[in-house]
């Protein structure tokens, strides 16, 4: 495109911005306020250099890891230093896993003619013998062809679940969705049917040779029945199912050398602007501070972290002073046990301290599409009223649907629960993978989520949220 | 982002593919054949391929240069193989302008101490003397400061642009326009005050190292009058500004060989599929197959003219018979001429092909947020009404505004123009530099805008233009 094209495309900029029907339904003082907000967030943000700094000085934030004990104590120095009310650690125990050595595997189609292998153990699977694992292969397109294959035709192998992400499906997360079973629970079940190991194609919409980790589960299986679990990259996937074509004998070999260890202590982060009005009544905005070890999870979560600091610090530089009290909490250990989030629920449980509106941002950093809100219908209805509001932010998407991970068990009552949602069309690309990293994020799409965020958790504020009887339907 | 949080988020889903009120004003017939397109286009698209072929077998296709040909010939023959009714160049002369050997600059603060700049010539530049040219700078934030400055502080001295982009504008085409006066006019103006030459901040938002190239023009200036003009990295504008606050009598120097020659033989590809109904109706998709020639011009245009070849073969793989006739129509020299598609129109005009509907794609192959559309009334309250259609594709943008520069001047009474509006955030870190190149574009994101623009297409094709006499507005 070049610029004598412009003209013609200021003059639609110019009747967008003048649009008469949407200004009608808004209020002044809120579309000041937003414009504010947006102003501050992408002329003078600061989550781009918080999400520098987690990611580039610190990196990733397994559960456990010194790296997490780092994320901690940078992220309460630096909400120290934006003039919250309070800024305080909430202990939470949480599940320790490590990696080990770095992986290796290789396919053998004859004695010694091996072709190396792009994998990653699966988060939470046992390691293989000291001398790695060597068996065959049996390919299956998902979980319920296990019972077909039968023990027979399993026993003594490699289970290797190969179904793809659906790339017809344009939420992407709805794609992951109809896969990640294989990941979560294939070895639970391949271990029934006295499988010896198990290699499962990454969960990326892409084809290339990072392998993805993410959590698994092992059930009830008892701790000798449990058999080591990989993530082999798409790339990889599809070369060893061609290979299987040709020679279904070939052996697959892996060796990893994770381990689970005892429960350790770590904190979540939270920070707090005391609300004006009622005090004593609380919205939450956060994102996980835990991260995959593969990368330094700059998309998951770095940037919800960074954007949910983003939303109080704005506050306070435009000298908002909230009705409600407002926290950011930086929830430990998403990923492989959901602790802290659970943790916070709890306390807030027990201190009886009423929740009425949480916003969680953990889908990325990528330009926001909009949210989507567990709401009743009265809230939702007030919701869809501001549209308008985010207008000329190209901020349209508002629809009811899930939340985010960690908010989810403050649930109660008539609490609005939302989720920031960001374009996800490359969010598989970087998820739980080694490209997560700082350079995948685009300062002005994480500004623009900050600041989309801000106003959202704004309106609530000025709003409030009926926590009355429900309306009728 | 993990697992356990997916049913929650897959319920919301389904919620959204089933909103009641928008499946009410869908027609199923439609609702289906979008469908079709989108799974077509993501699990069986070409784009993507063509676009790795026009990008990294052919590289950057600046009018008149060889890989220009090599584009006009590689897209013929891949049109070709359609199966289109038929498939022709239409010759168009175009500026052959050539930017030499590479560009050398730096920043002397005293003798002998020198900084290199990152630098490259403005598209239409002269060249600077032989032995480069070496000045003093004066740094002015627009085109306005030199009448205030005056001949006497410009004179003999090298006028720096150091506008930046606006941040805080959400469309970054609007930030774009808002400083792009100095890349196109820069020169021009500079010289009618005595200055030597011109160096220009790069528009892009980004801090970086890549210089932007892009048109320029001396408009009646005599050409002894000429002066040479470049673009500095936006890092580059910033270190040269501090270094003049501290030292502004600091010395600039830069080197180009650009020259511009004699207009050249070139070509748009055109092919059509003929209508069933109205064959001598048109409407035609297209992007512009010439790029800059800094890099492949993956984005700017490359994209466009993939998207537009991939409406084409979607109709055909869908054995979809248009009601008109549809052209793809690659245009040539949209960068620094507008040649081709000024030919186009006036070839349409003489031949007395009546257009009805031109669509266009030159913002970029990132995720297509909608349209935007130079219409009447009537006609775009009939683009108001097909949104329910394109909902549950996360298309929501539709909007009066410009269409694209090369379908422009196609533009005839009751007509209707549009262009595809992809997300804008991203474009102006590639747009014209050295970074536009294959690995910046995304796979489904390039399709699901090529998807969108044949779902478009096709309900033009099947509803029709009213370009009967004006109704009131």
Chains 1, 2 share one sequence.
């Not at 992408?42 to 610190?58: A, C, R, T």
């Not at 309460?76 to 125990?93: A, I, S």
């Not at 916003?359 to 549209?387: I, Q, Y």
Request: charged residues 25%; negative net charge.
């Amino acid at each position: 495109m070049n610029n004598t094209f412009l003209n013609s495309l200021l003059v639609g900029i110019v009747l967008l911005m003048g649009i008469p029907a949407a200004a009608q339904q808004v209020n002044k003082k809120d579309s000041t306020m937003l414009r504010q907000i947006f102003d501050m967030a992408l002329l003078e943000g600061k989550s781009y250099d918080w999400l520098d700094d987690l990611s580039n000085k610190i990196g990733g934030r397994l559960s456990g890891s010194l790296e997490a004990e780092k994320a901690i104590a940078f992220t309460k120095e630096e909400l120290e230093k934006l003039g919250l009310d309070r800024v305080w650690l909430q202990p939470v125990m949480v599940p320790k896993w490590t990696r080990g050595v770095p992986e290796y595997a290789f396919i053998e189609t004859a004695p010694g003619i091996t072709t190396l292998a792009n994998i990653c153990a699966l988060g939470g699977s046992v390691a293989t013998p000291d001398g790695g694992l060597k068996a065959q292969v049996v390919e299956v397109q998902g979980l319920d062809e296990l019972e077909k294959l039968g023990r027979e035709k399993i026993e003594g192998k490699i289970v290797f679940y190969n179904r793809p992400m659906q790339a017809n499906l344009i939420a992407t997360f709805n794609a992951y969705g109809g896969c990640v079973d294989q990941r979560y629970s294939g070895a639970k079940e391949a271990a029934k049917y006295g499988a010896v190991g198990v290699v499962v194609r990454s969960m990326n919409l892409r084809q290339d040779d990072f392998p993805h980790t993410g959590a698994m589960s092992y059930g009830d299986t008892p701790e000798k029945l449990r058999i080591p679990a990989c993530a082999i990259s798409t790339n990889g996937a599809n070369y060893l199912s061609a290979a299987l074509s040709l020679k279904p004998d070939l052996l697959f070999y892996f060796k990893q050398t994770c381990k689970m260890y005892p429960d350790v202590q770590s904190y979540n982060v939270i920070g707090e602007i005391t609300g004006s009005e009622f005090p004593d009544r609380y919205m939450v905005v956060g994102g996980h501070l835990d991260s995959w070890d593969l990368a330094d999870g700059s998309h998951d979560d770095g940037a919800g972290c960074v954007q949910s600091m983003e939303v109080l610090r704005l506050f306070k530089k435009l000298n908002y002073k909230p009705r409600h009290s407002i926290r950011v909490v930086l929830f430990m250990n998403e990923e492989n046990g959901l602790r802290g989030g659970t943790k916070y629920a709890e306390e807030a449980k027990a201190k009886n301290e009423p929740h009425v509106f949480a916003l969680e941002s953990d889908a990325g950093g990528f330009t926001p599409r909009g949210f989507s809100f567990d709401s009743d219908e009265a809230n939702f209805n007030k919701v869809l009223s501001w549209e308008p509001l985010f207008k000329p932010y190209l901020i349209h998407y508002f629809e009811k649907g899930g939340s985010g991970a960690d908010i989810g068990p403050l649930k109660n009552g008539k609490m609005v629960l939302a989720g920031l949602r960001p374009d996800s069309q490359r969010y598989f690309d970087y998820h739980h993978a080694a490209n997560d990293t700082f350079d995948a994020v685009n300062k002005r799409e994480l500004e623009l989520g900050a600041a989309s965020m801000a106003s959202l958790m704004y309106l609530f504020d000025t709003y409030g949220v009926q926590t009355g009887p429900a309306s009728k339907k």
